[in-house]
């Protein structure tokens, strides 16, 4: 079982910068791939990024490529998503997810049902 916790949400403005954190529990955190994903009021939930379990390859949506960054301490048991300049349509609420499968492709970090672990979410609001 693996227990997950985001932080780092908030009220920004567009152009600003956001690091959210996820801590995960447990000593298997090294063998999860994690993934962060988003989902805005009314809207499905959202791929953002992810990153395999040893911290070699990393994912990207399209639309965050080259703003977000993915990265994992695995000293702490945290994933970090670094976003860089914000706009006001990446307002959602951001989600850590863990799952046990390994990464194959782009596609299959997309699959919100390949992850077996989620945490509680954690707010960004971009304001214009």
């Known amino acids: 079982q693996v227990q997950l916790v985001e932080s780092g949400g908030g009220l920004v403005q567009a152009g600003d910068s956001l690091r959210l954190s996820c801590a995960a529990s447990g000593r298997t955190f090294s063998t999860y791939a994690m993934g962060w994903f988003r989902q805005a009021p009314g809207e499905e939930r959202e791929f953002v990024a992810a990153i395999s379990w040893s911290g070699t390859s990393t994912y990207g949506a399209d639309s965050v490529k080259g703003r977000f960054t993915i990265s994992r301490d695995y000293a702490k048991n945290t994933v970090s998503l670094q976003m860089n300049s914000l706009k006001p349509e990446n307002t959602a609420v951001y989600y850590c997810?863990?799952?046990?499968?390994?990464?194959?492709?782009?596609?299959?970090?997309?699959?919100?049902?390949?992850?077996?672990?989620w945490g509680q979410g954690t707010q960004v609001t971009v304001s214009s």
């Open positions: 997810a863990a799952r046990k499968s390994t990464i194959a492709t782009m596609n299959d970090a997309l699959l919100a049902f390949e992850y077996d672990y």
